[in-house]
């Protein structure tokens, strides 16, 4: 089976202090994704990356950068944590470079900023 | 915005088959229909997908009408831990289609 593993399920942070969100799968994926979750919004899309070292902007990706050093390892960084980050953030993955079929997603983390 | 319009909610009792009815009337020829849920408290979990054919797997069957701007989720025989949100999508399989996940169908297993 396929495992998408997120470092933290709960995490409570300052605003203002830097967070790091750290997604790791363990099939080979090439594709990987960084999405949010909101109460009425649906998930809404922040960045994905379809080869190591690159990425890609989604619909919501303010507030927020990205690094793909490994092919397996997707991290999301927010610079500077403000009040209206406060969400669910699910990573997700899918096997073939550039062409999108299923995803796998993590478990989430559920991250409150104060 | 989603492409999709699915009922926000649905009750079905315990063994029965679960009907999940999606409409997406303007899906494109390259577009497939996908199938995702989501259980309380996890991440979404993939189901099934489809382009023009009736598909079925372990899990549940995906039936995609002929002018394809419809299809329908069965699931078989289902059970308590069945109960979750489910989304239908329709997207493209080329890198520059996003996948958007609309506000689903939360379906209740009744005991």
């Known amino acids: 089976d396929v495992k998408v593993t997120q470092s933290s399920r709960y995490l409570v942070k300052r605003t203002g202090e830097k967070v790091f969100l750290e997604c790791v799968q363990d099939?080979?994926?090439?594709?990987m994704f960084w999405y949010r979750q909101d109460p009425g919004l649906g998930l809404r899309l922040i960045y994905f990356?379809?080869?190591?070292?690159?990425?890609e902007k989604g619909d919501i990706p303010e507030g927020y950068s990205v690094s793909r050093e490994k092919k397996e390892r997707f991290s999301l960084i927010l610079e500077s944590a403000s009040t209206n980050q406060t969400s669910m953030y699910l990573c997700a993955s899918s096997p073939l470079a550039g062409v999108v079929y299923e995803q796998y997603f993590g478990p989430g983390t559920r991250l409150t900023v104060t | 915005d989603a492409k999709t319009t699915q009922p926000p909610s649905m009750d079905c009792a315990e063994g029965r088959a679960a009907n999940l009815p999606c409409n997406h009337s303007?899906?494109?020829?390259?577009?497939?229909v996908y199938w995702y849920r989501q259980i309380h408290s996890q991440g979404p979990q993939y189901i099934i997908h489809?382009?023009?054919n009736n598909e079925t797997n372990e899990m549940a069957s995906l039936i995609i009408t002929e002018d394809r701007k419809s299809s329908t989720l069965i699931l078989p025989h289902a059970t308590l831990r069945d109960t979750a949100v489910y989304y239908c999508?329709?997207?493209?399989?080329?890198?520059?289609?996003?996948?958007?996940f609309g506000k689903g169908t939360r379906l209740h297993i009744l005991p």
């Open positions: 303007t899906i494109s020829g390259n577009e497939y």
């Open positions: 990356s379809y080869d190591v070292k690159m990425k």
């Open positions: 099939m080979d994926h090439e594709n």
């Open positions: 489809g382009l023009k």
């Open positions: 999508i329709v997207k493209a399989t080329n890198r520059d289609d996003k996948i958007i």
